[in-house]
């Protein structure tokens, strides 16, 4: 299982970011994906879901109605979508996909909201 994030940066409060997860070693159109995030100092949390299908998403609370969770099985990639981006959003956002359940991570990508 190989996940790969990319689309990180920084951002001024207010604007937008689009990550992207390239998935590959596995049979992703099988597999609910998810975008977790850690902030400095604390654990690592998580920021939303999605089914398999794409037909089910979730997300926390504190990004719900700013974040977008898609994905292409085609592609195999999964994106979010972040807008109106807020200071506290400032993390490392991982991809993450259980499989017989065993936990797959990515590198991570560095998202800071800065003025």
């Known amino acids: 299982v190989h996940l790969v994030e990319s689309g990180g940066g920084l951002v001024q409060p207010g604007g937008s970011l689009r990550l992207s997860c390239a998935a590959s070693g596995f049979t992703f159109s099988d597999y609910v994906m998810s975008w977790y995030r850690q902030a400095p100092g604390k654990g690592r949390d998580l920021v939303a879901g999605?089914?398999?299908?794409?037909?089910?998403?979730n997300y926390a609370g504190a990004v719900k109605g700013r974040f977008t969770i898609s994905r292409d099985n085609g592609k195999n990639t999964v994106t979010l979508q972040m807008n109106n981006l807020k200071p506290e959003d400032t993390a490392v956002y991982y991809c993450n996909v259980r499989r017989f359940s065993i936990e797959y991570w990515g590198q991570g990508t560095q998202v800071t909201v800065s003025s």
């Open positions: 999605i089914s398999n299908t794409g037909g089910v998403t």
